[in-house]
């Protein structure tokens, strides 16, 4: 039997990280391009756009990720379609984050007070100008905090993805536990190495939410 | 020929019948109070008359045109009237300058220099100038409220709708903007305020219209509706500031 060193393991975790981390930016990159259609579909005027959007953000938030990754991975299958664990895991892990992303970003722009609005529509303004020059440049600001740490989220999202077989981070965990017979030291490193991950996003976040709250104290 | 016309204006909010059929022309020139109870639809009014609320019938014509619910007939009449908010509602990602700039730029599509020449000259007269560069934050409530009103009046309005503009104010903050308006009101600006400021609507306004249950229920010059109030309603309404 092999023996494995700690660095023979950290290594490989390592390797696999690699793709936690492509993963993770492909689908918080992907899912903020799809989120931001489905904003500007759920606020906007079009009453079919409202719905649509809607529907598929209920829809993506109301089912586990791991049914959306299975429904990718297997469901196309069905149909004939051979999809390889990365495409199905990178769709669907974008179109989830795209469902939150819009909804938090929903809630930046409704938090906009009504009288900015008003004032803005009083000085002859349209909608999209509204938009443009008054709502959006305010809502961006609220929305940094809670858009950085919902990409926490995302990465440990990616976990899931070990399920149907893409070799990430946690798929790499598996494979060493089963080689090692070392499942506590493997998955406690594996933890740490999400941890060292995830920390620096959300202590971003607690950093932006005060440094923009002080910013804007007074209103 | 009138500035305003409002005629048998209507508007309900569900079942709760806000206006009942108003009645006012506004000649240019004219600085008009208009007083009355809480509720009493003063503030409805005002905001139907810039369309931030639909009139549910009658009219409002505003130098000759029509009040009408598309956006390019109600983007027309907003450039003729301004409106001031009591919460000034200045726009707090912008400097001072930024908020009187940009909508001229924008709806108007002034050159930028124009438009920042037209801002410190409207902010002058209001007497911050030198407030150009802060940020709405930085200001006073008063100062605040004068910036918006700077702001309007960079727009070149014909008209300017006060909707309550000094009932957010601390009291020591309320003259230097009343004295603004006077201002205003002394150069010729027609003017519409809802107010509870009875002394300034004495001294300064043409008209005093006093609102009841959707009404207009007395208007006339101040001195005969404050010192010979005709209905029980007004007496009790003075009686009770």
Known sequence: ?219 | MSLIAITEVKKSFGDNQVLKGINIDVMPGEVIAIIGKSGSGKSTLLRCINGLEMIDSGSIMVAGAQLLPDEVHLRALRLKVGMIFQQFNLFPHLTVGGNVILAQTVVKKTPKAEAEAMARKMLDRVGLGHKFDAYPEELSGGQQQRVAIARALAMQPMALLCDEITSALDPELVNEVLAVVKELAAEGMTLLMVTHEMRFARDVCSRVVFMHQGLVHEIGPPGEVFSNPQTPELKQFLGMI
């Open chain 1, 1 to 219: 039997m092999t023996e494995f060193s700690l660095w023979d393991i950290l290594r490989n975790l390592l390797l696999a990280t690699r793709w936690t981390i492509v993963l993770s930016l492909v689908s918080f990159v992907g899912g903020s391009m799809v989120g931001l259609v489905l904003l500007f579909l759920r606020i906007g005027k079009g009453r079919a756009g409202q719905i649509f959007a809607k529907g598929y953000i209920e829809l993506f938030q109301g089912t586990p990720l791991l049914m959306q990754l299975f429904l990718a991975f297997f469901g196309l299958g069905l149909l004939g379609i051979d999809v390889p664990a990365w495409l199905a895991a990178g769709l669907a892990l974008i179109f989830w984050t795209a469902a939150f992303l819009a909804e938090i970003w929903r809630g930046c722009v409704e938090s906009i007070a009504r009288g900015q609005w008003e004032a803005s529509a009083s000085l002859g303004m349209g909608y999209l100008q509204q938009m443009r020059y008054v709502v959006l440049p305010q809502a961006f600001k609220i929305a940094i905090p809670p858009t950085v740490g919902f990409s926490v989220q995302v990465v440990k999202g990616t976990a899931l993805t070990s399920i149907i077989g893409f070799v990430e981070l946690s798929k790499a965990g598996t494979v060493m536990t089963n080689a090692t017979f070392q499942p506590f030291l493997v998955y406690g490193l594996v933890a740490l190495i999400y941890f060292a991950l995830c920390w620096p996003l959300s202590k971003s976040s607690q950093l932006l939410e005060r440094k923009l709250n002080v910013a804007h104290r007074n209103h």
